[in-house]
C-alpha cells in the first residue's frame, strides 16, 4: 500500500524499516516481501510522479534556457524536476579543482530516488570491480562470480522498442530473460550510429568495439510488483530526520527506532523496525542521517552539538564521483537531434509519438553509444602512480556520443543555431577523493557535499588525455565528411592549454559512491562490513551506493 500521510499509517511497527524508496530500497522491500510473514515499511521524503517528469528533467537538463515559457507546452508545469520538489537540489561546494566553481547536483526525491530521473543507462560494471570489492573487504561472497549470479535475477532482456534485429550488439549468454527488471537495445537507431560503429573498426586497436551494454527505474520493477503486497507499506512525504538508540546488544549500540516529519516545523513520528532498519537514503541522505543520529566524527558531531552515540571518522568521507567533460564538435546539418531539443513544437510531436505508440527517437535514452577504455600502460603518470583501474583489464574513462549539443555546464547557453556532436569523455577511475558533511544540526538542511573533483596528479593527466584520445576518434575517415571543428577551447595540445578547458568545463554524470564505504570486519577505516551492516552499531544495514568503496566501471544503478 501507498500511503502520502502518516496519519495513514495502520501501525508504527515493523519486521523492517527502510529508509529511502530509490534504487536500492525498492529493491530490498521487493525482495524482503517475498516472504508474506515479513513486514516492511519503506519511508520515502519524495513523491510520486509521472514518466514525464524524466522527459522534462532531461529536456530542461540540455536545455538550461528552456524556462516555464520556453519548456515544452506539454505536462504540468509541477512535473519539472529541476529546482522542483522532485529534486533534492542539492548544489557542491566551490570545487577548488574547477576554478572554485560550485554546480547544482541533481539527486531524485521521488518515487524511485535517482533511478528515477536518471539517463536509463544500465550497466554493471567490469569484473574486476567485483573482484577488487571481494579483495578490499576480505569477503569473497563479492566477487564478480558470486555477483553476476544475481544478474539473472535482477534483469530480464526484452525486444528493443523498434523491434529492430539485434544479432550481434549483446551478448544473450550474459543477461537475464527472466528477471524484474526490463533492459533492452536503444529503440531508436541516429543518423550518426554507422559512423561510430565504423570508427571502432577503422582504430580497433584503441577505440575498439564491444558488443554488450545494457534501462532501469526501480519504482516501476520492483516496487510495482511489491506494493500490493499486504506486508509492505510505502510513506511518501517522510522526511527521515534521525535513528534512534533503543538500547545495547552484545556491547554496542542498538538501533531499533526511526524518527521522521512531513516538513521542517512538522511533529517528529517515531516507527520501529522489530529486526533491523535498512538505510537506503543514497549516497548523500544516508551519511546524513547517520551523522545526524550521532554516528560519525566525534570533533564534527560535537561541533555541531550531536550526542555521539558511535564514533565513526569514515561516515561521509571517501566520496568519489565520475567527473565529465563535454567536448563538443560542430557537425554538417542533417544527422543531429539539435533541431528536436531546440524546438519545443518538434520536441512535443517526439513526445506523443512515444506517448502513444512508444516509438520514435524518444523510445530510446538517447545515448545509443558509450565505450570504456584505458589509458596506454606507457603513460608517464605511471612511472609515479601505480594504476587505479579495478584491475588490468578494467577502464580508466569512458566515452559517451551524444548526437546533439550537451554540455551541462549550469548558466552555460546552448548555440541558437547549428548542429553539433558530443564526444564526453569521463574518468572512470579517479583517486581524488571528497566528502559529505554536516552544515547544521538540521535535518532539512542541505549537506556540504564536496566531491573534491581533479584535485590528483593522476585525475587531470588522465582527464588531459581522455580530450586527447576524443580528437584522435574525431580524427577517423569515418567523420571526415561530418565533423567541421571542434566547438569549445580544446584544439590546442598543450598541457597548461587543456588543463584550463578541463577545469572551466568539468561536471559530474552523477555517479557518486562511497560516504559509508564498506571494509573488512575489525578494519580501522570504513562504515559497513562486507554484511553491510554498521560498524560498532547494531540493528542498522546500509544498502545504497554509499557503501561501494570506489566508483565501478559503469553507470551506477546496475551495481547498486
Ligand atoms: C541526473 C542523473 C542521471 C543519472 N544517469 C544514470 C544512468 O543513466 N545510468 C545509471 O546507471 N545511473 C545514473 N545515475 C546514477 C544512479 O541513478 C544512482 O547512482 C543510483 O540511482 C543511486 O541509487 P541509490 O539507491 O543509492 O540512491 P537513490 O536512488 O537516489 O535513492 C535514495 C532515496 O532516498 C530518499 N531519501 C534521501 N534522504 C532521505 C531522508 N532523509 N528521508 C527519507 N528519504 C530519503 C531519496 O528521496 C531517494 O528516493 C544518474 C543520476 C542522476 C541524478
Redesign the pocket.
Known amino acids: 500500500a501507498l500511503y502520502t500521510e502518516p496519519r495513514q499509517l495502520p501501525r508504527h511497527t515493523y519486521d523492517y524499516v527502510i529508509?529511502?524508496?530509490?534504487?536500492?530500497?525498492n529493491v530490498i522491500a521487493s525482495r524482503l516481501s517475498e516472504d508474506p510473514r515479513t513486514s516492511i515499511l519503506v519511508?520515502?521524503?519524495?513523491v510520486r510522479a509521472s514518466w514525464r517528469a524524466w522527459f522534462l528533467?532531461w529536456y530542461q537538463?540540455s536545455r538550461p534556457i528552456c524556462d516555464q515559457t520556453a519548456c515544452p507546452p506539454f505536462g504540468n508545469e509541477t512535473e519539472h524536476l529541476l529546482d522542483t520538489p522532485y529534486d533534492?537540489n542539492y548544489t557542491v561546494t566551490p570545487q577548488k579543482g574547477l576554478n572554485g566553481r560550485t554546480f547544482p547536483?541533481?539527486?531524485?526525491?521521488?518515487?524511485?530516488?535517482?533511478?528515477?530521473?536518471?539517463?536509463?543507462?544500465?550497466?554493471y560494471g567490469s569484473s574486476e570491480d567485483y573482484d577488487k570489492i571481494a579483495e578490499i573487504t576480505g569477503d569473497a561472497g563479492w566477487n564478480w562470480d558470486n555477483v553476476k549470479r544475481n544478474i539473472g535475477k535482477h534483469e530480464k532482456i526484452v525486444p528493443p522498442a523498434d523491434g529492430h534485429d539485434t544479432t550481434g550488439q549483446y551478448i544473450p549468454a550474459n543477461h537475464g530473460t527472466n528477471g524484474m527488471l526490463s533492459v533492452s537495445l536503444p529503440g531508436s537507431s541516429q543518423l550518426i550510429d554507422s559512423r561510430v560503429i565504423a570508427t571502432t573498426r577503422e582504430l580497433s586497436e584503441e577505440f575498439p568495439f564491444n558488443e554488450d551494454m545494457g534501462?532501469g527505474i526501480?519504482a516501476t520493477t520492483y516496487l510495482a510488483a511489491a506494493i500490493n503486497r499486504p506486508n509492505v507499506h510505502v510513506l511518501l512525504n517522510?522526511?527521515?530526520?534521525k535513528l534512534l538508540r533503543t538500547g545495547t546488544i552484545q556491547g554496542v549500540p542498538s538501533f531499533r527506532s526511526v524518527e521522521?516529519a512531513g516538513k521542517p516545523g512538522a511533529p517528529s513520528i517515531i516507527v520501529t523496525a522489530r529486526r533491523e532498519i535498512v538505510l537506503?537514503?543514497?549516497?548523500?541522505?544516508?551519511p546524513?542521517?547517520l551523522l545526524l543520529s550521532g554516528i560519525g566524527a566525534r570533533d564534527e558531531l560535537e561541533a555541531l552539538g550531536i550526542p555521539v552515540v558511535v564514533e565513526n571518522p569514515s561516515v561521509g568521507k571517501n566520496l568519489s564521483d565520475h567527473v565529465l567533460v563535454p567536448n563538443i564538435f560542430r557537425v554538417k546539418d542533417g544527422e543531429s537531434l539539435d533541431a528536436l531539443f531546440r524546438d519545443p513544437a518538434l520536441f512535443k510531436a517526439a513526445l506523443d509519438e512515444w506517448m502513444e505508440t512508444k516509438r520514435g527517437v524518444l523510445a530510446s535514452?538517447m545515448?545509443n553509444h558509450m565505450g570504456y577504455f584505458r589509458l596506454p600502460s606507457t603513460s608517464s603518470i605511471f612511472s609515479t602512480i601505480s594504476d587505479p583501474a579495478s584491475g588490468p583489464k578494467a577502464s580508466h574513462w569512458e566515452l559517451i556520443v551524444t548526437n546533439f549539443y550537451i554540455n551541462p555546464k549550469p548558466g552555460h547557453i546552448p548555440p541558437e543555431t547549428g548542429s553539433y556532436l558530443g564526444l564526453v569523455s569521463a574518468l572512470i577511475s579517479p583517486t581524488s577523493r571528497g566528502s559529505v558533511t554536516l552544515a547544521s544540526a538540521d535535518?532539512f538542511a542541505h549537506p556540504l557535499i564536496d566531491p573534491n573533483y581533479l584535485t590528483t596528479p593522476f585525475d587531470i593527466f588522465a582527464m588531459r588525455e581522455t580530450v586527447r584520445a576524443v580528437k584522435r576518434f574525431a580524427a577517423a575517415e569515418a567523420w571526415k565528411d561530418y565533423i567541421i571543428a571542434p566547438f569549445g577551447n580544446f584544439s590546442s595540445d598543450v598541457d597548461a592549454d587543456l588543463d584550463a578547458y578541463i577545469r572551466d568545463q568539468a561536471s559530474t554524470?552523477?555517479?557518486?559512491?562511497g560516504t559509508a564505504s564498506m571494509s573488512p570486519r575489525g578494519a580501522e577505516w570504513g562504515v559497513v562490513d562486507p554484511d553491510l551492516k554498521v560498524k560498532g552499531a547494531e540493528g542498522i544495514r546500509i544498502?545504497?551506493?554509499?557503501v561501494l568503496p570506489f566508483p565501478p566501471n559503469?553507470?551506477?544503478?546496475?551495481?547498486?
Open positions: 529508509v529511502g524508496a530509490g534504487n536500492a530500497g519511508l520515502e521524503a519524495g528533467s537538463h533534492w547536483y541533481n539527486r531524485g526525491k521521488i518515487l524511485g530516488g535517482s533511478s528515477s530521473v536518471n539517463y536509463m543507462v544500465h550497466q534501462a526501480s517522510a522526511h527521515v530526520t521522521f537506503s537514503a543514497g549516497s548523500i541522505g544516508t546524513q542521517i535514452s545515448l535535518p554524470v552523477y555517479h557518486m559512491v544498502v545504497d551506493a554509499s559503469a553507470h551506477t544503478q546496475g551495481p547498486v
